[in-house]
Nanobody, 132 residues
Framework: DVQLQASGGGLVQAGGSLRLSCTISGFTFDDFGIGWVRQAPGKEREGLSCTSKNAGIVHYAESVKGRFTISTDNAKNTAYLQMDSLKPEDTGVYYC?????????????????????????WGQGTQVTVSS
């Protein structure tokens, strides 16, 4: 049974940090990459970052580049999104989702971050609120 469980959200002041976790089961990072997607209030989902560790692929959206860091830990079956220098506009529900690693090897960063239909399993989301 494929599952992704996102956690670690919360309320933080602007300039602060949070680390989101995505615990997976039913598949491994050998075959699948992980992406983090944000849905801000009243807006569509936005791909923020994705990675395939085995393929050495990491992509970031311009809006988070230099502030967010994606990583995976095979031993813990967990992916992370370290978020630093948070801004009020980072507020939203954060989802982790999986994408076949072979796709990430074939598509561009723009396709990986914007092609959300390529992600075939999603976690339930965790709320992040950044106060000004």
């Amino acid at each position: 049974d494929v599952q992704l469980q996102a956690s670690g959200g919360g309320l933080v002041q602007a300039g602060g940090s949070l680390r989101l976790s995505c615990t997976i089961s039913g598949f491994t990072f050998d075959d699948f990459g992980i992406g983090w997607v944000r849905q801000a209030p009243g807006k569509e989902r936005e791909g923020l970052s994705c990675t395939s560790k085995n393929a050495g692929i990491v992509h970031y959206a311009e809006s988070v580049k230099g502030r967010f860091t994606i990583s995976t830990d095979n031993a813990k079956n967990t992916a992370y999104l370290q978020m630093d220098s948070l801004k009020p506009e980072d507020t939203g529900v954060y989802y982790c989702a999986r994408i076949p690693a072979k796709y990430l090897e074939l598509i561009t960063a723009n396709q990986a971050l914007n092609g959300l239909s390529l992600y075939d399993a999603w976690g339930q989301g965790t709320q992040v609120t950044v106060s000004s």
